[in-house]
Every structure is written in C-alpha cells, then in structure tokens.
Nanobody, 115 residues
Framework: QVQLVESGGGLVQAGGSLRLSCEASGSIFRINTMAWYRQPPGKQRELVASILSGGITNYADSVKGRFTISSMKAKMVYLQMNSLKPEDTAVYYC??????????WGQGTQVTVSS
C-alpha cells in the first residue's frame, strides 16, 4: 500500500505564490509518474502538471509559465505556483502511478486565491 501526504495549501491573494509538497511512502519500488490534479468548485478534476520518472514534464495550458512541477527526491513531488489567479482556486490532489494499473491519490489540499 502507498500513502501520499500533501501540504502547502492555503489562502493567498491574487498574484501571490504557494508551494505544494507531496511525499509518497509505503511499498514503492519504482514510480512511473507523479502529478498534481485539481478540482475547482462544481467542476471535474483536471490535470495540472505531471512529471515522468525521466524528468519529462507536462502542464495544462492554463498554468504554463506560472506553475512548475519538480521532484527533488525520488518520493517527493512539488508544485510551485506563482502569479496565482482566483480561477486557480481548487482542491489540489497529488497523484502517483507506479504501473498502468497501480496508482494512488492524496487526500487533497485546499488552495484559495482571493481577488
């Protein structure tokens, strides 16, 4: 079993920054993908950014140039969020995929951006 613990959410004014962290623990041999998703109020969950084991990153168009995903340690993933906008308000979820049929979600952390 794998556990994901997120931290770093909170309330920030528009234009501000936040850094989300996620630590994976448990029975992990190798991580294929780590990612951040978000679910705005009343909307579906959407991919924000992902990073593959080889370091290749992918971003949603809405966050390109403002958000940066990184993984400084093998079981940690970060999301640096700059120039935050009210539309970035959402619950942010950490996601880890070990294999095609073995993946896990964090409990979510609230990010609220005030105008």
């Amino acid at each position: 079993q794998v556990q994901l613990v997120e931290s770093g959410g909170g309330l920030v004014q528009a234009g501000g920054s936040l850094r989300l962290s996620c630590e994976a623990s448990g029975s992990i041999f190798r991580i294929n993908t780590m990612a951040w998703y978000r679910q705005p109020p009343g909307k579906q969950r959407e991919l924000v950014a992902s990073i593959l084991s080889g370091g290749i990153t992918n971003y949603a168009d809405s966050v390109k140039g403002r958000f940066t995903i990184s993984s400084m340690k093998a079981k940690m993933v970060y999301l640096q969020m700059n120039s935050l906008k009210p539309e970035d308000t959402a619950v942010y979820y950490c996601y880890v995929r070990l294999t095609d049929d073995d993946d896990y979600w964090g409990q979510g952390t609230q990010v609220t951006v005030s105008s």
